[in-house]
């Protein structure tokens, strides 16, 4: 996987690949969902991790 490919996660959920860098993360994968939101994905799994919910969830501008 490389910046910018689209994955479908294990949800059917469609996300954008922000990072997928194995030297600084071996078994993650940075994505932004279809909703802007940024969040992290289990690389083998395509599995999103939770997430803590917090005021600014969702509200931020596309990050690239």
Avoid: C
Wanted: hydrophobic content about 40%.
């Amino acid at each position: 996987m490389q910046t910018g490919d689209i994955i479908t996660l294990s949800n059917g959920q469609r996300a954008t690949v922000v990072t997928a860098d194995t030297d600084k993360f071996k078994n993650i994968i940075i994505v932004e969902l279809e909703d802007h939101d940024v969040r992290v994905v289990d690389r083998e799994t395509l599995t999103l991790a939770p997430a803590k919910y917090h005021d600014n969830f969702g509200s931020h501008s596309k990050i690239w």
